[in-house]
Nanobody, 120 residues
């Protein structure tokens, strides 16, 4: 069974930085796409950043220029470097992994989330 485990969340002041990590364990296989989603209180879960096939990246407009997603294929891990954090970045951040199947995708795997709170 595949497990995704996030770490690195916490409390940070506005303008600060955090680095989230997501490690994959269990029946390890290669994810074609790994990403970060977030869900703020009272809001729907939204995509933050995704890295596809190891090098193609997409970011939400709200985090472009501030967040950077990266992947370590040897460790089967994905990271999210978050700089210039704003209070509106406060949310639970979830790691996501997907594998292609034919022309589509198999169901996603999700981590349990890590809380990021940006506040003075």
């Amino acid at each position: 069974q595949v497990q995704l485990v996030e770490s690195g969340g916490g409390l940070v002041q506005p303008g600060g930085s955090l680095r989230l990590s997501c490690a994959v364990s269990g029946n390890i296989f290669r994810f074609n796409a790994m990403g970060w989603y977030r869900q703020a209180p009272g809001k729907e879960r939204e995509l933050v950043a995704v890295i596809i096939d190891g090098d193609r990246t997409n970011y939400a407009e709200s985090v472009k220029g501030r967040f950077t997603i990266s992947r370590d294929n040897a460790k089967i891990a994905v990271y999210l470097q978050m700089n210039s954090l704003k209070p509106e970045d406060t949310a639970v951040y979830y790691c996501n992994g997907q594998t292609r199947h034919g022309s589509g995708w198999l169901p996603s795997y999700w981590g349990k989330g890590t809380l990021v709170t940006v506040s003075s």
